[in-house]
């Protein structure tokens, strides 16, 4: 279908991009989906397999699955009609049937919300299993290869400590004093909102019409 005039060329326009903007979202989700997968779950040792760091590796594992497990249906029809046809179904491919989303939004907004959301969860995860790993690495500092002792005790509980008093994760990551429980308690949705914001202004991409904060917070507790 060609323009008939500006109106319909800007509402063309338009579309492109928001077709643009979900599919690079998605694109993110899926890349953050293969490190969530990729992130260990258990120790070499058994022994610290209830350990502060292991166990929330593991919730991080059970988190990833459930946001994926939650995921809309992202097949696209393939209608008659042309290219334009077609894009018309792929931004009105909406979320799944038992999606307890109750705000009357187009179906253009809801996948973008969908995606968007999807993906802010997914950067959280992958944060928090890398604050545990950084505390793995820093433990494996003070053990040295060896069982934790009452010499090494107040070093490891110094560890479980400090990370509670970090500014933000980004100083925890250059702090090998700190551990996940304190790194944990701040990566935040305001904190991964405001990172992912920024990096996408970063790569120049189309964020007028990305959902609020609030927004995705609402989705998110409405499938927990």
Not at 92 to 112: A, G, M, Y
Not at 174 to 201: F, G, H, M, R
Request: aromatic fraction near 8%; glycine fraction near 4%.
């Amino acid at each position: 279908m060609k323009p008939v005039n500006g109106r319909t060329n800007g509402i063309w326009a338009v579309n492109e991009f928001r077709t643009a903007r979900v599919a690079e979202i998605l694109d993110d989700f899926r890349t953050l989906q293969y490190h969530i997968a990729a992130a260990p779950t258990e120790p070499s040792d058994s022994e610290d397999h209830y350990t502060e760091g292991w166990a929330a590796l593991r919730q991080c594992a059970i988190d990833g699955q459930h946001i994926l497990e939650c995921a809309a249906d992202t097949s696209v029809p393939t209608p008659g009609g042309g290219e334009e046809e077609q894009r018309k179904a792929e931004l009105k491919q909406s979320v799944p049937n038992n999606s307890r989303w109750p705000c009357p939004l187009t179906d253009p907004d809801r996948v973008h919300l969908d995606a968007y959301a999807r993906r802010h969860e997914g950067q959280k995860i992958y944060l928090r299993q890398a604050a545990c790993q950084r505390w793995i690495d820093w433990r494996d500092q003070v053990l040295q290869g060896s069982r934790p002792t009452s010499k090494t005790r107040s070093q490891l509980e110094a560890c479980d400590y400090q990370l509670r008093m970090v500014n933000t994760p980004v100083e925890a990551a250059s702090n090998p004093e700190l551990t996940p429980k304190q790194e944990l308690a701040l990566i935040t949705d305001e904190y991964v909102y405001t990172e992912l914001q920024a990096s996408d202004l970063t790569m120049g991409r189309w964020t007028a019409e990305d959902p609020s904060l609030r927004a995705v917070q609402r989705w998110l507790r409405a499938r927990r």
